[in-house]
């Protein structure tokens, strides 16, 4: 049976076997590691890295909470039962060139006291620059993972990331999207374990694609205004990530750690007012991929 | 009789001198104008300054906008009446020089089409550097503006913007506070007219006590240490406005300008993965003092 110490276990060999990939291809700097308890029951372990060759900081974050839900968060849940357990990975990358993307990653169980449960997760990139071949590929190797257990996945959870990685006031998604899930659960425990299977796959996709983006852009050469357009791409991220993100909401309002959730904002973001690329420039073409509804594949 | 077009033409007045005495304090770069409409009826006026000799980024805003209230809002509002009318001016300056405090003010009239009205508004003052001194004149000076209208304000008013200007999930507050008041009423016509001229004291409070900052800091050194710590302080200062501000969530909830909102944000922020201050440090001294219940006076 997948018991809670199953889960946690198997979540942080993943969270192990993602950094030392990302410490592979960085070649720099390794991982420093942050145990931490969370007053109202659980607690983590935050991974984080600052100044790699490539990436400029970065965090996977372990956490497994348990503890009473507050009333807002039960509100939008829409559940009575007050005792939770969640526990889960979350990944976030910024590097220090606009030509390689940022990538985000986050596997999820959440269980309530009555043993409702379910798993929640997803991947999407976040590219300064939306390179349509690279975007392609990207979403072959979700639908291949995917694939693998329901070929209905890919799909659906293609459009669920279209819509949940969107930023409404800036009429933007948050960069090229992914897939995100939510809400996933099943009557048997076959059923359960599969869909475990299944979160365990999403996160062992991380790696691969993102050490596979780092080796090809390492080198690429950028200029001054190209690094401007990414701290202004990386303000549109802070904004997603303060104002609409669940788990960053989830996190704040269940007394998270404040410095694990938000590890997943850069470390430099800017605001010009009013900025408007110029017509036919690489940052006018990246604006018009930043939509909805765009079939990569 | 008090009506919208009084009201507007008085704030539009305001931001006018307002940016005259600040162009006049810079003395490099002018307030270019932006005149905008709101699709759901109404626009604004916003004036942003950009790379001045002391001001960074700063905008003082004009809005005067009507249409249909979102339910989101009627419901934390606790209103029923659907059709609202809004007018107000927002600053907010964020300066070069880290030994230059942040200072936001923001005043405001609303009203429904039942005739219900509420005048709302305040002003806080976010130091990089906390100067003891300087918060009691600071605290002194709108003392004095809410003293020429009623002994209760501020007192009041102080309590309150320790309240509103907090970031829970840091425990501190996001400045030094200063006065924040909400839902002003009066029954009379007198009355009215007495609000509207407290909220007009308020706004003219701004200009002589920024431009007395900026002329007491401009000439003070500082280093690139200095410098990162101002960049962290306008993090807290961006995870404020984003996740906590209940102007900005009513901006962007009711499709106001998106760029004129966000306007609050500073060119540039930074977030480093658990930044601590030296034991006896500036900074650490700062993070002191940064609580809720201070009285200054």
Redesign the interface.
């Known amino acids: 049976m997948l018991t809670r110490e199953l889960i946690s276990n198997r979540l942080i060999e993943l969270q192990g076997s993602i950094c030392a990939a990302l410490e592979n291809a960085d070649g720099k700097e390794r991982f420093i590691e942050?145990n931490w308890k969370r007053e109202g029951g659980g607690g983590g372990k935050s991974r984080?890295i600052?100044h790699g060759n490539i990436i400029e900081?970065g965090?996977v974050n372990f956490s497994a909470v348990h503890g009473v839900l507050p009333e807002s968060i039960r509100e939008s849940l829409k559940v009575q039962e007050k005792v939770f357990f969640a526990a889960g990975i979350s990944i976030v990358m910024h590097p220090h060139s606009p030509h390689m993307p940022i990538m985000h990653m986050n596997v999820r169980y959440f269980e309530l006291s009555n043993g409702q449960y379910w798993f929640g997760g997803g991947i999407d990139l976040t590219p300064h620059y939306v390179v349509e071949e690279e975007a392609k590929w990207f979403h072959g190797e979700l639908k291949k993972t995917c694939d693998r257990f329901d070929a209905a996945y890919y799909p659906k959870f293609k459009a669920w990331a279209d819509d949940y990685f969107f930023i409404?006031?800036?009429n933007e998604t948050r960069g090229i999207g992914g897939i995100f899930f939510d809400h996933l659960s099943s009557e048997s425990q076959e059923g359960k374990q599969k869909l475990f299977d299944f979160i365990i796959a999403v996160g062992e996709t991380f790696a691969p694609v993102y050490t596979k983006l780092m080796k090809q852009k390492k080198d690429l050469p950028f200029n001054e205004s190209q690094k401007e357009w990414q701290?202004l791409r990386r303000?549109r991220y802070?904004?997603f990530n303060?104002?609409y993100d669940k788990g960053t909401r989830f996190g704040?309002e269940t007394s998270g750690r404040?410095?694990s959730?938000?590890?997943s904002?850069?470390?430099?973001?800017?605001?010009?007012?009013?900025f408007t690329p110029t017509a036919g420039s690489e940052e006018e073409k990246t604006l018009r991929l930043l939509k909805r509804g765009i079939h990569w594949i």
Not at 265 to 274: I, M, V
Request: without cysteine; proline residues 7%.
């Open positions: 942050d984080i600052r900081k965090g409404p006031h800036r701290l303000g802070v904004e303060l104002i704040l404040t410095e959730i938000l590890m904002l850069p470390e430099t973001a800017s605001w010009y007012y009013d």
